[in-house]
């Protein structure tokens, strides 16, 4: 990664679990498929609840303090992690380059961020310690 450090990667990781965790324990309201995506559901909810000290707040702003040039290594660490195409280590940079157009939003739609962002660095074979 060139641009992304294991810094951020962690506190990305550490603020989705939490948001994850107080996604679980609130109601989040259920799109309607044919009327909403969730990523709509979702921003409306965050819109609904106002609240600087919610979770997801905080992932959300640590998201969009990140460079165009980290959020497209974080998308692309996310793809691998999450191995739905059977990505390698190797087809990184090319991910990269894939996530070219991918906005902020993106990540924070992945329920399972944390999970895919540590499982792409365990591919990489970077170091999940601090």
Same mark, same amino acid.
């Given at each position: ?6 810094? $951020?990667?962690? +506190?990305n990781?550490?603020?989705? +679990? ?10 989040? @309201? $259920?799109?309607?498929? &044919?009327?909403?995506?969730?990523? !709509?559901?979702?921003a409306?909810?965050?819109? !609904?609840?106002?609240? /600087?000290?919610v @979770? ?12 165009? !040039? +980290? =959020?497209?290594?974080? =998308? ?5 992690? *999450?191995?739905?195409? &059977?990505?390698? @280590?190797? &087809?990184? /940079?090319?991910? =990269?380059? +894939?996530?070219?157009?991918? $906005? /902020? &939003? ?11 962002? *540590? ?10 310690? *601090?």
């Amino acid at each position: 990664m060139n641009f992304l450090t294991v810094t $951020k990667v962690h +506190e990305n990781i550490s603020l989705a +679990e939490l948001a994850s965790s107080s996604q679980n324990s609130n109601s989040i @309201p $259920k799109p309607k498929l &044919d009327i909403q995506t969730f990523g !709509e559901a979702l921003a409306e909810y965050l819109y !609904e609840s106002q609240n /600087p000290n919610v @979770p997801i707040h905080n992932l959300s702003d640590y998201i969009y303090q990140l460079s165009s !040039e +980290e =959020v497209k290594e974080a =998308v692309a660490l996310m793809w691998l992690g *999450r191995g739905a195409g &059977d990505e390698q @280590p190797e &087809d990184f /940079p090319v991910l =990269v380059k +894939e996530a070219q157009t991918m $906005k /902020p &939003d993106y990540l924070l739609e992945k329920s399972l961020l944390a999970k895919y962002l *540590r499982n792409g660095l365990q591919k990489l074979n970077i170091s999940l310690k *601090r």
